[in-house]
């Protein structure tokens, strides 16, 4: 009887660590995600601008 208690708390303590450990790789898949958005959103805001800024230049000069 002992044993069976024995392996049903190592299968317990498994499954804590196993979601444990799915949390925080999803916290982290979200917190990376979110970061590449902002940074991508900044470049193709960056390259927007670069492409206007080049187009009011050529009507000036043509």
């Known amino acids: ?25 999803r916290a982290v898949v979200a917190a990376i995600r979110t970061v590449l958005e902002e940074d991508g959103r900044l470049w193709v805001d960056r390259l927007a601008q670069a492409i206007a800024r080049q187009m009011t230049s050529e009507r000036r000069e043509g």
């Not at 009887?1 to 925080?24: D, N, R």
């Open 1 to 25: 009887m002992e044993i069976v208690a024995v392996l049903l708390s190592i299968i317990v303590y498994l499954f804590l660590i196993w979601l444990a450990y799915e949390i925080v790789r």
